[in-house]
């Protein structure tokens, strides 16, 4: 075998793998007889002790397992981990930092190549090779090994916090230990409740380890499940023949088989018997039997293991169907997932959603600007945390530190709950600023408005004592729909909302997907999606999609007045030209065609995209009005993908690029006497908005449960002395000096966080 083939299994193996100590066996064995050495080993580092730890080994004894314990720095491992880069030593025991462990059966390998295991910048452990000959590793040798622990870190990681979750659900033996899982704070406050999995994958190797208490019922759901398997099998079948060979049609015959009592169905029957769910039993007997045909000689048989994988997946969607029809709804949800998006709140009574924790995304993915609106605790790219395990666990969701914390000892319960407290405290304390005008201690008069889409957040915002809605995300009724609306049906939602607010504006924006908006029933599928089609573009190519929207929002402002439409994703003058004659088009139709009593609406452009930038004089000429999106503009300018969470501390609006642009944009916006607004995220945060009011800006909008904190800052301080702050903080280099002065000149001048929130 091949080292590519080598790779390729070791990857495959370790993803169907369930726990780490599976894992870390794999790794092992596999590297091992890929390498032809005699040890290969895995230290991970244990930070209750700070200490590498043997962990799995191929060559040295088994026993030495958990017993060997090395301090950082300390031996040849403890340098691997300390230099963050591969050691490569053919007289190994003559290197300074080599020490002799006899108990473990090591004798004297004179060879050593160990290489370090980091995920996100943290050392997790070290892979070890050894050889009792001088042998110098080769460079392609050295080249396999890096590519292994690269290409397994996240699983290791992943595997890692399993694990020790696993060992903490145990029967209640010993002593609870919370487990912490480190993501992105993305929506303030703190939630507490049960884990719901949202659109559970039908991926087998994410199955927890489950046991039951009734083996008898979940025999029968699993029987319940192969009878419909082979149903669907037996159909397919019947509606292949005259399509396919005798031969081929065979194979569903043998599917249905592989699924009686003497073959794979009796031997999960008899894991449930013995204590396993159903779920659980199916998952590791699949598995293995696709392991095994991995392994196997024969191109044909190997082939099949895609099949058996098949097969089980099919299963494991009747098993999850069953699951899922059981039991209630906890009463205080959190929803956890891999990949949340708006979508996954359709099925979630969202007054019982009391946190949100996704493995995906981050703090300015749609899901948290979604999340924001409406007030609900929030931590995006929890890479780390294994969803499957927590289901139905108990979970605080931390989003002022962007920390989720299970089995949390009552100690540590107790403190969040104080803070839920103290949070209840300060809005309540936030709800009389709600009629005070927005007025700084130099009288300078601020505007500050709302962003919204859903229904459940007008209460919200009218609540906050908003002037106006400086952003309505009409995607937002799009993407909560089965298939478009039609232009009635958008009328519907449209005029509910205006009338909602009236006589307070309310700006539109037209139909803004692509990127991470995609419409379940339109579903865009690109390599670069941020740079793809979006927004406008696909408007522009869809004018009867696009039409449609404009009559139904010209339609819903009949006696209102109230409307403002804006366009996003401008990036030339041609867009913004041809999307306005579309506009004025729908506008003759209605009222000269149609006979409707409108009135044209202002209408605005967003300003988000770098080429924008430097056309604000030219777009601002041809409209009422503009506004900043600071979500995509801080994406573009720094080229930092605001979903990925491996590159979410990049993501800052406060980079001086971005306070640069945000400068330009607003003295260009002057000149030509155009109305500007800022209605990305960064208006929301307290700090940022005075760095807006700093630059120039006059009006902010953000998330209703935003509006009143900023309002509160607001009051405190003079526009003379935001403009001075700004300017100073446009002579520092980076976004962290701009935060860190920023958060010092306002600090006497905000809450005081608690100490759970820092």
């Not at 100590?21 to 580092?45: D, G, K, R």
């Not at 909302?497 to 599928?525: N, Q, S």
């Not at 209605?590 to 604000?616: H, R, S």
């Amino acid at each position: 075998m091949n080292i590519l083939d080598s790779l390729k299994t070791i990857f495959q193996e370790v993803n169907a793998a369930r726990s780490l100590p599976e894992v870390l066996t794999i790794i092992v064995t596999e590297v091992q007889a890929a390498m032809n050495a005699e040890v290969c080993s895995v230290y991970l580092f244990d930070e209750t002790d700070s200490r590498y730890v043997l962990m799995a080994t191929k060559g040295l004894r088994q026993e030495s397992i958990g017993k060997v314990r090395l301090q950082m720095g300390e031996g040849l491992v403890g340098l691997v981990a300390a230099k963050e880069e591969p050691l490569n030593l053919q007289n190994a025991d003559k290197h300074p930092n080599f020490v002799f462990f006899e108990e473990i059966g090591e004798d004297i390998y004179h060879s050593f190549l160990g290489v370090p295991i980091i995920h996100h910048r943290k050392v997790l452990g070290v892979l070890v090779l050894q050889q009792q000959t001088e042998r110098r590793f080769a460079a392609e040798e050295e080249a396999f090994m890096v590519t292994v622990c690269a290409q397994l870190s996240g699983a290791i990681a992943h595997a890692e916090a399993t694990g020790a979750l696993s060992k903490l659900a145990s029967a209640g033996r010993g002593k609870s230990k919370e487990a912490i899982f480190h993501g992105i704070a993305s929506s303030p406050g703190v939630g507490i409740g049960r884990a719901v999995l949202a659109q559970q994958t039908m991926d087998l190797a994410s199955v927890p380890e489950r046991y039951t208490e009734n083996p008898e019922a979940e025999v029968a759901v699993f029987r319940e499940a192969l009878k419909s398997v082979k149903q669907d099998m037996r159909d397919l079948g019947v509606g292949l023949e005259g399509k396919l060979s005798s031969e081929e049609l065979a194979l569903f015959n043998v599917y249905i088989s592989m699924l009686d009592d003497d073959s794979l169905g009796g031997e999960v029957i008899n894991a449930i018997q013995m204590g396993q769910t159903a779920q659980s039993a199916w998952s590791s007997v699949i598995l293995k039997h696709v392991r095994t045909f991995r392994h196997m000689e024969d191109p044909y048989l190997r082939e099949r293991a895609s099949d058996v994988e098949g097969l089980g997946k099919r299963v494991l969607g009747y098993l999850q169907q069953t699951s899922e029809k059981k039991g209630p709804l906890p009463k205080r949800i959190v929803l956890i997932g891999e990949d949340l998006s708006a979508t996954a709140l359709a099925d979630i009574p969202v007054e019982r959603l009391v946190g949100i924790v996704s493995l995906k995304g981050a703090s300015n993915s749609h899901m948290a600007i979604v999340a924001r609106a409406l007030g609900i605790p929030t931590v995006m790219g929890a890479l780390d945390m294994p969803c499957a395990e927590l289901e139905g666990k108990e979970l605080i969701v931390d989003g002022f530190s962007g920390n989720v914390i299970s089995q949390a000892t009552r100690t540590l319960k107790r403190d969040y709950v104080q803070r839920q407290r103290e949070e209840q405290i300060i809005i309540k304390d936030l709800q009389k600023l709600r009629d005070v005008p927005c007025k700084t201690t130099d009288g300078f008069d601020f505007a500050l408005w709302v962003n919204t889409g859903l229904r459940n957040d007008n209460v919200q915002s009218l609540r906050s004592g908003a002037a106006a809605v400086g952003l309505f995300r009409t995607e937002i009724p799009f993407i909560l729909r089965s298939s478009f609306p039609t232009e009635d049906e958008q009328v519907a939602v449209y005029r509910e909302h205006l009338e909602t607010f009236a006589p307070r504006p309310v700006t539109m924006r037209t139909l803004d997907i692509g990127g991470d908006k995609d419409l379940p029933y339109f579903p865009i599928e690109e390599e670069n999606p941020f740079l793809g089609w979006r927004g406008i573009r696909i408007s522009l190519d869809h004018p009867e999609i696009f039409l449609v929207q404009i009559r139904a929002l010209l339609r819903a402002s009949e006696g209102l007045n109230n409307l403002k439409i804006m366009l996003p994703m401008i990036s030339n003058l041609s867009e913004l030209d041809a999307a306005l004659a579309l506009i004025h088009r729908a506008y003759r139709e209605l009222t000269e065609e149609e006979n409707y009593n409108l009135k044209l609406p202002p209408l605005g452009a967003m300003i988000e995209v770098p080429a924008a930038v430097y056309q604000v004089k030219e777009i601002g000429s041809r409209v009422d009005f503009m506004s900043v999106g600071t979500n995509d503009l801080t994406q573009y300018l720094l080229a930092v993908d605001r979903n990925n969470p491996r590159v979410a501390e990049i993501y800052d609006s406060l980079h001086p690029s971005v306070l640069r642009a945000l400068k330009s944009i607003q003295e260009q916006a002057v000149s030509v006497d155009c109305e500007l607004s800022v209605c990305g995220e960064m208006a929301g945060d307290p700090v940022s908005a005075v760095v807006l009011m700093g630059l120039g800006y006059k009006n902010l909008s953000m998330s209703a449960s935003s509006l009143l904190r900023v309002k509160s800052l607001m009051l405190k301080v003079s526009r003379e002395m935001a403009e001075d702050w700004v300017d100073e903080a446009l002579c520092l280099s980076d976004a962290a000096s701009v935060g860190r002065y920023m958060s010092e000149a306002l600090a006497p001048y905000t809450f005081k966080q608690s100490k759970l929130a820092s």
